[in-house]
């Protein structure tokens, strides 16, 4: 019997107990009611007890089931059933990830000889992606191009679009209907009317407000359309958690797109209410699209059951060969590690001379938060960029709660004013970077399906430094003793919701 029904067996007894203590008790139904409160808290508390979670989200859970018992039973319900069993199924996809990886097993082996080239922190952190991640680094035969906002992004993904002559594999937590989404939706109508073969990947959350019409008219086309862990009633709270963050284009298997942009207008900065969005996405050519592609396929046929690994979708045309390492890294529930967590870390422990990070969302865990303070207070230049206005206000107050520790500890942390930022970096002394979808937050930490580059002594890493250092030039210094004088009721605000950083 799984949990989400003896919780509904629970509460039944509950009710019961609600009508059978107004008769034989005298309870007024007020009292009645409050007791059977009480006791489905208890019993929801003592299975997140018995749980094992980490400490602070047990309390977290705890206390919002003390203060909100109904919101906190619903919440519960929709989204505390993510441990243990729950997980156990999404290792099933893990399993399939690392049986495609075997393909390339002897290239993963010739990478523990090239790896001996680079610096003894850098030859620390490739051993360990490579364990993490199961996917190989591409020393030669890849170029990458950093693409600093929404118009160069979506300017060079239609052009490439329109050259597809094989295949076109599409993969979007946020898929909108609007200008620029029918924009591209039309082209791979128009590819698949060729003969060009288009599967199109959504998430069943973030891209809930396509329409069926929409999506019907890709199908008529020949286009296999298919969404990411559809949530329905009663079985919804087992994976509404458990989101396909990713954005993934390849193209004749030649040419990848990733990085931190949607497909929506809102990205190409015609919203009214975030005006300029300033994000970063990137091109990949070469051998290192193989990874971005069995990524893909492995969604793919976790959702759909179908498998393709044949060769003409492995073969990309050869490109020429530029200096440094390119590694595609995912990460998710399926992962046996928290990798994306661990290769932060890793990358933050390894600094010897600056840290510089851009994120929309800052809700660290106690690692991250330590490593961070410690590099401070060890001499090491540690910036954070992060946007002045929210476009979630939870997680923006929550952050606000991490700043106070990290600028005592010496941590400069900066707000970017000229519109949203929603760039998700990592450079490390200006020679190693992380680029990708996910944020420095628990839910790409443990929850969402997300994919990033590390990118080592590449040109792509001397771009992302110079478009941090502009970035820097929108921004403004968040001055210790002011943000230490802040009115009370933003404090308890920031206080209050840093209470569920656990949860978000």
């Not at 989200?57 to 089931?65: E, F, K, N, R, Y």
């Amino acid at each position: 019997m799984n949990r989400i029904l003896k919780l509904l067996i629970f509460i039944l007894v509950c009710v019961m107990f609600v009508y059978s203590s107004i008769g034989l008790f005298g309870y007024t139904v007020p009292a009645a009611v409050s007791i059977s409160t009480s006791l489905t808290v208890i019993f929801i508390g003592l299975i997140i007890f018995m749980e094992n979670r980490h400490p602070s989200s047990t309390m977290a859970w705890i206390l919002l089931l003390a203060l909100l018992p109904v919101v906190g039973f619903v919440f519960y319900l929709i989204f505390g059933q993510t441990y243990r069993s729950k997980r156990r199924k999404y290792v099933e996809k893990g399993m399939q990830n690392q049986e495609a990886y075997q393909h390339y097993k002897q290239q993963i082996l010739r990478n523990e000889e090239e790896i001996k080239d680079y610096c003894e922190n850098q030859q620390k952190m490739f051993r360990l992606s490579l364990k993490l991640a199961k996917s190989t680094i591409s020393f030669s035969g890849s170029s990458t191009e950093v693409l600093t906002n929404g118009k160069k992004t979506f300017d060079a993904l239609i052009r490439e679009l329109e050259l597809a002559q094989h295949h076109i594999h599409m993969e979007y937590y946020i898929f909108r209907n609007d200008h620029i989404g029918t924009q591209i939706k039309d082209i791979l109508v128009q590819k698949a009317r060729a003969g060009v073969e288009v599967r199109f990947l959504y998430d069943a959350v973030g891209s809930y407000q396509l329409p069926s019409s929409f999506l019907q008219e890709m199908r008529n086309a020949g286009i296999e359309v298919m969404s990411f862990m559809p949530v329905k009633f009663p079985t919804f709270s087992n994976k509404l958690n458990y989101r396909n963050h990713r954005k993934i284009v390849v193209i004749d298997g030649n040419v990848g797109f990733m990085g931190g942009l949607n497909v929506g207008d809102e990205y190409l900065s015609r919203s009214k209410t975030y005006g300029f969005w300033r994000d970063t996405h990137m091109i990949i050519k070469g051998q290192a699209v193989r990874s971005l592609q069995i990524i893909f396929m492995q969604d793919w046929q976790y959702m759909t059951g179908k498998s393709f690994m044949l060769p003409e979708y492995f073969s990309p045309a050869e490109v020429e060969s530029t200096p440094g390492a390119v590694q595609i890294i995912p990460s998710g529930p399926d992962s046996e590690w928290t990798t994306m967590k661990s290769l932060f870390f890793s990358m933050i422990t390894s600094a010897k001379e600056s840290i510089w990070i851009a994120t929309p969302y800052f809700i660290p865990d106690e690692d991250i938060l330590s490593a961070l303070r410690i590099a401070a207070l060890s001499g090491v230049e540690v910036r954070i960029l992060f946007p002045a206005k929210p476009d979630k206000w939870l997680p923006f107050l929550a952050s606000h709660s991490y700043f106070s520790g990290l600028i005592d500890a010496g941590v400069e942390i900066y707000e970017y004013e000229r519109g949203f930022l929603h760039s998700k970096l990592m450079i490390i002394d200006g020679e190693t970077a992380s680029i990708g979808t996910a944020n420095m937050d628990m839910r790409s930490f443990h929850l969402n399906y997300e994919v990033n580059a590390l990118l080592v002594r590449t040109a792509s890493v001397q771009r992302m430094v110079q478009d941090f250092e502009r970035d820097m030039t929108f921004a403004s210094r968040i001055d210790s003793e002011k943000f230490a004088n802040k009115k009370v009721v933003v404090r308890f605000l920031e206080s209050a919701a840093r209470l569920f950083s656990p949860l978000l």
